[in-house]
C-alpha cells in the first residue's frame, strides 16, 4: 500500500470513528458553485451576514471556486439521524449541532496528517454566544469550518455525483461535510 492509499484508509477510518454515515470522493473538476444556492443563502437563512462561517463572509462564488482549487482531493461526507416524527424541530435542531460537533471531531483527527486541509460543515457556526463579524476577526479562525452551501454547491446534485443518499428515508434528517486537502 502506498502512502496516498494509506492516507486515504485513515481518513476514512476516522470518519467512521466519528459516526460519518457515508463518505466519497468528487473530483475537484466537477464541483459547481451555483449562484441560486448563494441566493438562497441570502434570501431564506437566518444566518446569512450573522457569522464568519457564512456569506458574505465567506467571499464571492469566485472566492470559494478559487479556494477549493487550491487542492487535489475531496470527499463529501454525511451523517443521517433518525427523528420522532416529520416535524421534529427540536430532534433537527439536535442533529445539526451534533453534525458540527462531528465535522469538530473529524477535524481534530485529520488535519494533523494533512499539509493542507478545508472542512465545511453545516448550518453555520454556534462556537461562540455572538459572532464578531464583520466588526472584528474570527476568535478560532483554526477551528471555523465555512458552510457547504455557502460555497454554493447544490447538496443534491453533489451527493448524487459522489455515489451518496441524499435523503435517508422517513423520519430522519441528513447533514452533509466535505474535506478538500492535499496528500
Not at 22 to 41: T, Y
Request: proline share 4%.
Amino acid at each position: 500500500m502506498d502512502r496516498s492509499e494509506r492516507l486515504t484508509e485513515t481518513i476514512y477510518r476516522n470518519a467512521r470513528r466519528v459516526g460519518i454515515h457515508e463518505i466519497a470522493p468528487i473530483e475537484i473538476s466537477e464541483l459547481e458553485f451555483e449562484d441560486w444556492v448563494r441566493d438562497f443563502c441570502h434570501n431564506g437563512c437566518r444566518n446569512y451576514n450573522k457569522t464568519w462561517a457564512c456569506p458574505p463572509a465567506t467571499g464571492s462564488l469566485e472566492d470559494c471556486r478559487e479556494r477549493c482549487s487550491q487542492f487535489s482531493r475531496m470527499l463529501l461526507f454525511d451523517r443521517c439521524y433518525k427523528l420522532n416524527g416529520s416535524f421534529d424541530s427540536l430532534g433537527i435542531q439536535n442533529a445539526m449541532i451534533d453534525f458540527r460537533r462531528t465535522v469538530d471531531r473529524f477535524d481534530e483527527l485529520i488535519s494533523p496528517i494533512l499539509s493542507s486541509s478545508l472542512f465545511l460543515g453545516n448550518e453555520g457556526c454556534d462556537r461562540c454566544n455572538e459572532c464578531t463579524w464583520p466588526d472584528a476577526p474570527c476568535r478560532f479562525p483554526n477551528k471555523l469550518h465555512h458552510t457547504i452551501e455557502g460555497y454554493g454547491f447544490n447538496i443534491a446534485k453533489i451527493a448524487r455525483k459522489a455515489g451518496l443518499h441524499y435523503n435517508g428515508g422517513q423520519n430522519t434528517v441528513t447533514f452533509f461535510g466535505a474535506l478538500l486537502y492535499d496528500e
